[in-house]
């Protein structure tokens, strides 16, 4: 009778534990660091490396400052910018491209003869071919 009593008092312990939820508290925290200090932006893509001399249109910069892609992109939510993704290596260019921390070269291509062919929205998204 000892046994059966024993096997009666872990059965009920042991539907208790499975019965009760246990309480788990999670915290997720994303670190994003510091932007990447491209003379010309970056690509809006991990690892974020610096883009060409180029790649992005006049709108993508303030006062000559880049407005960041990515999880650095200080736009507006509805913000639309044309990029030329001939320079980009997803596209087959394998060009020279700057390192992080170089810095612009004195002469700038004029914005005025900026030809991007892909509209690009600072998160990863494209809307498509510029028309």
Not at 16 to 36: H, R, T
Not at 44 to 65: I, K, L
Not at 69 to 74: I, M, N, Y
Request: net charge negative.
């Amino acid at each position: 009778m000892n046994g059966l009593r024993v096997f009666a008092i872990a059965a009920v312990a042991g539907a208790m534990l499975v019965a009760a939820p246990l309480k788990a508290s999670a915290q997720i925290s994303v670190e994003v660091g510091v932007a990447p200090d491209c003379p010309y932006g970056y690509y809006d893509y991990a690892p974020y490396s610096c883009v060409p001399d180029g790649y992005y249109g006049p709108e993508w910069f303030d006062g000559g400052v880049f407005i960041g892609v990515g999880p650095w992109f200080h736009g507006p939510e509805n913000f639309k910018g044309n990029v030329d993704n001939s320079f980009d290596p997803h596209h087959g260019y394998n060009g020279p491209a700057p390192k992080v921390g170089e810095k612009a070269s004195a002469q700038r291509r004029d914005p005025a003869q900026f030809k991007g062919n892909e509209s690009r929205d600072g998160r990863g998204h494209t809307g498509g071919e510029k028309k």
